[in-house]
């Protein structure tokens, strides 16, 4: 199998480095100027609980695409606000039998990636993983967890999906193929909506909200009302995703707090439309109370303002 990652930063570097390194697939980088200089010259370099690496690894710029041949996997792992880029950067590469893989957060991407490449070329997936690009150019995995799900639009458990995950099965990632794609990616909108949602209006890790008085009832509450999005939408959270992973990680991890508020609180770019916006917007169809949706939304897109005009105060 044939996989081209977009970019070789903390997602894309690390489970593209994992396939490089138990070399069940043929993997290249497809990547700007000066990280592809940074890889000829230090490898790539994972830091991980589950082992260190310093991989040789293929990588190319874009004027080498043509002449880099058929992909049957491009593993798409761009930032929702750098999707037309990526739709640009990656589209000499689509062949007949190229799948589009994009482990983006949220849902509103899959329309956009159908819209350009056909339904046929496009699947669904997650990453669960904590990780980070240094400034050093290090991919650094900061905690064990490292799971892929992925799979077919229309449910269908195809051959290029289990052809995938034979291929992570020879790496330290938990990779499943799934079904329900759809279903998942809710899931995890679901939960990330509630952690982006809470810190991000907050300005405060979980652990700060839930010091304050009926701070973890609140915590709950905002929970169930993005799980009854989803069932509206006809993807109801399973039940022991909710109880025994959601519900637990609010009540019982302080420090938690949203990448989307890290951005923030350090001047970054923010996903404000492709996660919060998006939920707000299912909120309303599906009938549900979307005043906290509103609120975070409109939080997000007043700094967004902010920064673009250049008013952030100075650090």
């Keep these: 199998m044939r996989v081209l990652v977009l970019g070789a930063g903390a997602v894309g570097g690390y489970f593209g480095g ?15 100027t000066g990280r592809k200089a940074q890889l000829e010259r230090d490898g790539l370099v994972i830091e991980s609980p589950a082992g260190d690496a310093r991989l040789a690894v293929t ?31 990656i589209r000499p590469a689509i062949g007949e039998s190229t799948a589009v893989l994009p482990l983006l957060n949220g849902l509103s991407h899959i329309e956009t990636l159908v819209a350009a490449f056909g339904a046929p070329r496009v699947l ?82 979980l652990g700060e909200i839930a010091a304050v008085p009926g701070g973890q009832d609140w915590l709950d509450r905002l ?51 492709h996660i919060l916006g998006f939920l707000l917007q299912a909120a309303r169809r599906a009938g549900v109370d979307a005043t906290l949706h509103e609120a975070a939304w409109l939080h997000a897109k007043a700094y967004e303002n902010r920064r673009d005009a250049g008013r952030l105060p100075a650090r």
Aim: charged fraction near 25%.
């Design 18 to 32: 994992r396939l490089a390194q138990a070399g069940s697939a043929e993997v290249a980088f497809l990547v700007r």
């Design 223 to 273: 929970l169930e009302r993005n799980a009854a999005i989803a069932a509206a939408h006809g993807h109801p959270v399973r039940e022991h995703a909710l109880e025994r992973e959601f519900r637990p990680f609010f009540r019982s991890s302080p420090a938690a707090a949203a990448s989307m508020l890290r951005d923030l609180e350090a001047g970054g770019r923010v996903e404000s439309d």
């Design 124 to 205: 669904g997936g997650l990453a669960k993983i904590q990780a980070t690009l240094t400034p050093q150019g290090v991919v650094r995995h900061l905690a064990p967890v490292q799971i892929l799900e992925f799979g077919e639009l229309d449910g269908a458990l195809s051959p290029r999906a289990l052809a995938l995950k034979r291929a992570f099965d020879a790496t330290p990632v938990r990779a499943e193929a799934v079904g329900d794609i759809r279903g998942r990616m809710w899931e995890k909108l679901v939960f990330l909506g509630t952690l982006a949602m809470a810190t991000v209006l907050m300005r405060a890790n």
């Design 59 to 89: 990588a190319l710029a874009a004027e080498d695409l043509s002449r880099a041949g058929d992909w049957d996997i491009v593993l798409l792992t761009a930032k929702a606000y750098d999707l037309d880029g990526a739709i640009a950067a």
